[in-house]
């Protein structure tokens, strides 16, 4: 035996290395965008492992690249006047808000040496939160036609509590998922929410009627846990919590938060 990486079987059957997960902490929303970048590149070029990246984000609003502006309901001064910014990035969909409480995945994978299909790694990521949720104590599910993940009840609307937007470019996927763990839901009044006018956004906290307790950063990086560990199931694939190594061997990582292992009590 040579010590090197072990090549599990997917469920398309190919064999594939383990996906690197690491856990960001609060970072700006430019910070992991130009991140994702270099991941991607470094991923073309075979230079880094299939990661995924578990973050939590300062407020921002972000638009689909064929996104209408019309859905960001609040005005430029009102959005100054809370330090909220508005950026278009490449992924499908239309206006996602993202802010503290919610917990953001981003998996950069090469589809290809997995098997994958862009709607197979949608259904993985919508297994994934519904997964998290459970654990969590709330029953969610999908929607046909719908990407994300909602808890519908008879005789009630369907509450969204997960967004999903994701680009593949030369094989490679970015952008990803955001879950509403215990984000301020009044942010969410400055959209229309995935341009649905009066979708009603959810979460976990609403949900379960904990919406007194202060929202923190270590209850997002707890249900990270959890996700990349459904994530891993959904995709057939094992989840290496060591990631920083790869990316610094990468050079990519060039941010002011150090990423950390995604689980606790992993050397």
Known sequence: MDGGPVRRESRSGRGTDPIAASWLGRIAYRDAWALQKRLVEARVAGATPDTLLLLEHDAVLTLGKNADEAHVLATPRELRKRGIEVLRVERGGEV???????????????????????????????EAMIETCASLGVETTRRDGHPGCWVTEEGRPPR???????????????????LNIDPDLRDFELIDP?????????SIA????RTAEPPTTEVVRRAAEVFATALGHALGAEIDPLAREAMDAAGVVEVDTPTTPVFTGVA
């Open 206 to 209: 609403e949900e379960l009627g």
């Open 194 to 202: 995935c341009g649905m006018p009066g979708l009603v956004s959810t």
């Open 160 to 178: 969204k509590i997960g967004a999903l937007g994701i680009r593949i470019e030369r094989g490679v996927s970015y952008h990803g998922i955001a």
């Open 96 to 126: 996602t808000y993202h802010g503290p409480g919610q917990l953001v995945a981003y998996p950069i994978l090469r589809l290809g040496e997995r098997g994958l299909l862009l709607r197979a790694l949608v259904r993985a990521l919508e």
